[in-house]
RNA sequence: GGCAGAUUGCCCGAGCGGCCAAUGGGAGCGGACUGUAAAUCCGUCGGCUUUUGCCUUCGAAGGUUCGAAUCCUUCAUCUGCCA
């Protein structure tokens, strides 16, 4: 496989390259032939996320350009967790890390190649360190990391006043154990992560060099915030995540759709493998109309058609359209009324014995997290039963609403719809 | 081990015997304006009812009192100071 000399300018270009060590030794790296290179995912949670994302198709940049990547599932260090500012964690079990551990592997495996001469490896850190004795780790790893150092670091100097276990402090070392592991067994010259992992992966670097006497390369993506500087990748309750049974498509397609207008180029440029000429070409169009959002829209569609696939990506397009169409409900063809709302999520109900009022039907449906929750949202005007406004929480919906004889169609809000099938 | 202080709703933070479901800010939710954006403004923001009603909340368990988030006891956790 031949080499992609403009790599790191593309990299570069998108802004994916927050933090790194010797540019000029990097590039030098990455000219000379296919780097091995790593990116490691602790199991926190049973699904990745946005965050996660971005490395990911970071990695696929790399491999698309030639070079040689290792996933690494962090079966040891998602025992432990690294510390952060909230505050200590709450260690997971081990059939839990275990559990996750699997899932992640799932969850990655598809974006990469694992054929070729630049095939991915999927290694865990479990399978180097479970074997380690306290001695030895001690001796042949912590003798490395002055501790003064270490307490220097940010996210240790914010927690000194809440308190830090020593078991997240060391952390550090586990990780760079890791790329220590990986450089001698695999010959992996290139890590790169999240920026908040910046200090972690410059201490696998450090260890590599006192360890061995050999320079090894790690660059980290930004991270990537809102407009107003804010954590993003929340959406109503939860992360942005990649597994459809935690986040449906269509949310996720809609978080995408929803982006802000500054952050649109920035996000093609980070985000998607449309090229560059394609990118300015809908800034362009998006700072000339944003109205059009097709900057939006083309980020939900390549983002949603890379993690859901294309198939998918379509019904949720067809859905989106139907739904904010704005005009008749009444006029869609059942059909297509149908597969619009099963994308966004569906109630059946039996007709026997009478619907359930319009308050029922939100509470029933998710949309409202209480009866009182419902009232309110029926009170605040923010009801609507098939695209018109409820006035009265108590409304029964009858036989007349049905919309092809089986759907009605409930939204709270701007845009959170959810149809009910009546059977 | 001793002394002192802390623990409040999703988060931060007031309250320090009744007027407390509990001030304020943030997040969230709804409305208006728009473009299924941002900003702004307004409203809302424990549960059940739908109302000048009831229930459950202020680290946990007991207690004092007509009445406690507010006082007392014990326990747990955290922070600081002294050993």
Redesign the pocket.
């Known amino acids: 496989m031949s080499i992609d000399p403009t790599l790191l300018d593309d990299l570069e270009w998108r802004g994916l390259v927050a933090h790194s060590t010797d540019r000029d030794a990097l590039r030098a790296a990455l000219a000379e032939g296919s780097v091995r290179y790593y990116v490691g995912f602790d199991p926190t949670a049973p699904s990745l996320h946005m965050g996660n994302l971005l490395q990911i198709v970071t990695a696929m940049r790399l491999q698309r350009a030639g070079h040689t990547p290792f996933v690494l599932v962090g079966g040891s260090t998602g025992m432990i967790g690294d510390p952060r500012d909230s505050g200590e964690r709450t260690l997971n079990t081990l059939e839990t890390v275990a559990e996750w551990v699997e899932r992640i592997r799932r969850q990655v495996e598809p974006f990469l190649s694992f054929e070729g001469q630049n095939a991915a490896t999927m290694v865990n850190n479990l399978d180097w360190t479970a074997g380690v004795s306290a001695i030895d780790f001690l001796r042949d790893i912590g003798k490395h990391f002055p501790v003064n150092r270490m307490l220097a670091r940010d996210v240790v100097r914010n927690r000194l006043?809440?308190?830090i276990s020593y078991t997240e402090f060391s952390y550090i070392l586990l990780q760079s154990m890791d790329y220590l592991h990986l450089h001698r067994e695999h010959g992996v010259s290139l890590q790169l992560g999240g920026s908040d992992q910046w200090g972690n992966i410059t201490g696998g670097v450090e260890l590599v060099r006192r360890a061995d006497g050999e320079r090894v390369h790690a660059f980290v993506t930004p991270l990537v915030t809102r407009?107003?500087g804010t954590k993003y990748g929340k959406t109503?309750g939860g992360a942005l995540w990649l597994d459809p049974e935690m986040l449906s498509p269509y949310a996720f397609y809609?978080f995408w759709?929803?982006?802000?207008?500054e952050k649109v180029g920035e996000l093609l440029r980070l985000f998607t493998f449309l090229d560059r000429a394609r990118i300015e070409e809908l800034e362009a169009a998006h700072a000339e109309k944003?109205?059009l959002?097709a900057g939006?829209k083309a980020l939900a569609e390549e983002m949603t058609t890379l993690v859901h696939g294309a198939d998918e990506t379509a019904r949720i397009q067809a859905a989106?359209a139907a739904l904010?169409g704005g005009g008749d409900m009444g006029e869609l063809s059942p059909d297509t009324l149908g597969a619009a709302l099963r994308e966004t999520g569906v109630l059946r109900v039996e007709s026997a014995g009478g619907l359930p009022s319009v308050v029922d039907l939100l509470v029933e449906t998710g949309l409202a997290?209480?009866?009182?929750?419902a009232?309110?949202?029926v009170g605040?005007?923010?009801a609507y039963l098939n695209n018109v406004r409820v006035e009265d929480p108590d409304r029964v919906p009858g036989a007349d609403d049905l919309l092809g004889g089986t759907w009605l169609v409930l939204r709270?809000?701007?845009?959170?719809f959810k149809g009910v099938e009546v059977v």
Do not use: H, I, Y
């Open positions: 006043e809440d308190g407009a107003d109503e809609q759709l929803n982006v802000e207008d944003p109205f959002r939006q989106s904010f997290k209480s009866r009182g929750d009232r309110r949202t605040e005007g923010g709270k809000g701007k845009k959170s």
